[in-house]
Each structure stands twice: as structure tokens, then as C-alpha cells.
């Protein structure tokens, strides 16, 4: 099992970011995958979820409304279409399956 992140980067407060999951070694269209984070000086904290078939999505409440997970199956990714972001989103983001995680992308919500 292989999870690749990337589209972590530098935000300010308020904008956006994207990022993307690349999956591979496994069946991806019949995993259920997650997105968790931990920040500085924090324990790692779920994030938001999405069932294999993309039909189930769950949120932390400090992301319900701002973040959207989303997956295509066809490409074996998924995402995290991250709005309205804010300094305490600052945070390594965790792609994850199962006790399988990715080596994580930093995000830096900053002025």
C-alpha cells in the first residue's frame, strides 16, 4: 500500500487549497479513505472520510462546511477541497487507509 499527498503549500487566511491523495497497491474503488491532521503540539485528529462508492462523506465539526472530501476512482485518488481556511487549520494532513498512512503535506495558514 502506497498514499502520496500533495497539494500542501503556504495560505492565508481565508483562501483555499487542494490536495490530492494518490493510491496504489491496493483495490482503491473498495476502500473507504480518510483524511486526518495533526498540528503543532497537537495529537493527530480525524478530518473527514468518504465511503468507496464517494455516496458517504463525514466531516470533524472544526472542517463541516469549509472542507469537502471527494475521490475518483478512475485516477485512484482522493481529495480534500480545503475554503474558508484559518490559522488553526495549520497542520500536517494525513491521507489514510486502515493503519496505513501516507508521509503527510503541510499546510500553512499564515498572514
Given at each position: 500500500?502506497?498514499?502520496?499527498?500533495?497539494?500542501?503549500?503556504?495560505?492565508?487566511?481565508?483562501?483555499?487549497?487542494?490536495?490530492?491523495?494518490?493510491?496504489?497497491?491496493?483495490?482503491?474503488?473498495?476502500?473507504?479513505?480518510?483524511?486526518?491532521?495533526q498540528?503543532?503540539g497537537?495529537?493527530?485528529?480525524?478530518?473527514?472520510?468518504?465511503?468507496?462508492?464517494?455516496?458517504?462523506?463525514?466531516?470533524?465539526?472544526?472542517?463541516k462546511?469549509?472542507?469537502?472530501?471527494?475521490?475518483?476512482?478512475?485516477?485512484?485518488?482522493?481529495?480534500?477541497?480545503?475554503?474558508?481556511?484559518?490559522?488553526?487549520?495549520?497542520?500536517?494532513?494525513?491521507?489514510?487507509?486502515?493503519?496505513?498512512?501516507?508521509?503527510?503535506?503541510?499546510?500553512?495558514?499564515?498572514?
Open positions: 500500500v502506497q498514499l502520496v499527498e500533495s497539494g500542501g503549500g503556504l495560505a492565508q487566511p481565508g483562501g483555499s487549497l487542494r490536495l490530492s491523495c494518490a493510491a496504489s497497491g491496493f483495490t482503491f474503488s473498495s476502500a473507504d479513505m480518510s483524511w486526518a491532521r498540528g503543532p497537537k495529537e493527530r485528529e480525524f478530518v473527514a472520510a468518504i465511503s468507496w462508492s464517494g455516496r458517504e462523506e463525514y466531516y470533524a465539526d472544526s472542517v462546511d469549509r472542507f469537502t472530501i471527494s475521490r475518483d476512482n478512475a485516477k485512484n485518488t482522493v481529495y480534500l477541497q480545503m475554503n474558508s481556511l484559518k490559522p488553526e487549520d495549520t497542520a500536517v494532513y494525513y491521507c489514510n487507509l486502515g493503519v496505513y498512512w501516507g508521509q503527510g503535506t503541510l499546510v500553512t495558514v499564515s498572514e
